[in-house]
């Protein structure tokens, strides 16, 4: 069932539907029968109540609620030559969910429902792709966070003895 969302001055936006666009190059390939899927639950909740719910709590810094939502869903970009997402604020989060795996209610392409569990997944935030080795805090630390893994590229334009 598809929802539809009001603007704070109660006009209509929608239906609103929400799909599985891409699946993890991580994740096990038998999850690929998730693509397309319709979401229709979230942790028990109706999808996008979830995710609204999820973006009013989460994303303060703005009036709008529909903007929130928006912020808090994937978007998909053309940069010439090639398609690529961009993920939303509620997969792309800079803490960790109160669970660690997250239950959803997907209608398949062939209109069956399915119950599905799924770990959240961490990755890097390194170089893309890079998995560096750890064993504790101060390994983590010395691996992904000290300023000298990461040399700048560029200095956005700035003379030597400018802007330091």
């Known amino acids: 069932m598809a929802h539809h969302t009001r603007t ?3 006009s209509i936006i929608g239906p609103i539907v929400l799909y599985v666009h891409a699946i993890s190059r991580m994740a096990p390939s038998e999850n690929q ?45 053309f ?22 795996i997250i239950s ?8 069956s ?5 799924m770990p959240w997944m961490v990755h890097s935030i390194g170089s893309p792709g890079a998995l560096l080795p750890f064993s504790s805090s101060s390994t983590y630390w010395k ?8 040399p700048l590229t560029s200095r956005g334009g700035l003379s030597d003895d400018e802007g330091d």
């Open 143 to 150: 691996a992904y966070c000290e300023p000298d893994n990461f």
């Open 113 to 117: 429902v399915v119950e599905v569990e």
């Open 8 to 10: 704070r001055n109660g």
């Open 33 to 77: 029968v998730y693509q397309g899927a319709e979401i229709i639950r979230i942790h028990g909740e109706a999808a996008l109540d979830h995710l609204q719910r999820w973006a009013d709590k989460s994303i303060g810094k703005f009036k709008d609620p529909m903007t929130r939502l928006q912020k808090t869903l994937s978007s998909v970009r």
């Open 79 to 100: 940069n010439g030559t090639d398609w690529f997402t961009i993920p939303g604020d509620y997969t792309h989060r800079s803490f960790l969910p109160s669970s660690p």
């Open 104 to 111: 959803w209610t997907l209608r398949l392409r062939n209109g």
